[in-house]
């Protein structure tokens, strides 16, 4: 008995989880990333993307360095991802970039 009452209890936490999850939308564009990455110096990506992907990069050289170093980028150029949001913030060790993709 204790055990069914356990499993119930799981399913339903399990259950209120996961629409908490699936209600949770992005509240942080590309840019305020890139930003945020700059400013702490880290790579990282955004937690919850709704099902997109998420292309995180850094150059010393340029922004256009930092883009190209992205994830995803090159299957975005050869038509297997489109880009639906992209930002670019300088850093005092170089340029930190963010592309999303659909």
Excluded at 9 to 26: P, S
Excluded at 34 to 45: D, I, P, Q
Excluded at 67 to 88: H, N, T
Aim: with cysteine.
């Amino acid at each position: 008995m204790r055990f069914m009452i356990w499993m119930t209890l799981a399913l339903m936490l399990g259950a209120a989880q996961a629409k908490a999850e699936q209600t949770f939308t992005v509240t942080i564009t590309a840019q305020q990333q890139a930003e945020e990455n700059a400013r702490t110096g880290r790579l990282t990506h955004c937690r919850v993307l709704n099902g997109r992907r998420e292309g995180i990069g850094f150059s010393s050289s340029s922004p256009d360095a930092a883009y190209r170093s992205c994830c995803y980028y090159q299957d975005a150029q050869r038509g297997r991802y489109r880009i639906v949001e992209k930002g670019v913030a300088r850093g005092p060790r170089g340029w930190f970039a963010v592309i999303r993709y659909e």
